[in-house]
Nanobody, 119 residues
Framework: QVQLVESGGGLVQAGGSLRLSCAAS????????MGWLRQAPGKERESVAS????????SYRDSVKGRFTISRDNAKNTVYLQMNSLKPEDTAVYYC????????????WGQGTQVTVSS
């Protein structure tokens, strides 16, 4: 059984920073890509950033480029999302997700952590 446990959400003023963490565990954990996604009230879930375990290659949605940084610690099976210069429109529930080798989509999800940015 694979588990993804997120932490680090909270309330912050616009312009502030937060760091999200996602710790992966489980005997069968065999992921090639990890991602952070978010869902705001009344909106569809959207991808924020992703990272490959092996190469560290990253990708970001345009609206967070230059403000958010995804990183990983392979030894700890942990992925991070450093969020700087936060804006009210970043307010959402943030989910960590894992794509296992051979899968075409994310197939493991964390429970989500709320990020609220006040203006």
């Amino acid at each position: 059984q694979v588990q993804l446990v997120e932490s680090g959400g909270g309330l912050v003023q616009a312009g502030g920073s937060l760091r999200l963490s996602c710790a992966a565990s489980g005997r069968a954990f065999n992921s090639d890509v990890m991602g952070w996604l978010r869902q705001a009230p009344g909106k569809e879930r959207e991808s924020v950033a992703s990272i490959w375990w092996s190469t560290g290659s990253t990708s970001y949605r345009d609206s967070v480029k230059g403000r958010f940084t995804i990183s990983r610690d392979n030894a700890k099976n942990t992925v991070y999302l450093q969020m700087n210069s936060l804006k009210p429109e970043d307010t959402a529930v943030y989910y960590c997700a894992a794509r296992t080798v051979g899968s075409l989509k994310y197939n493991y999800w964390g429970q989500g952590t709320q990020v609220t940015v006040s203006s």
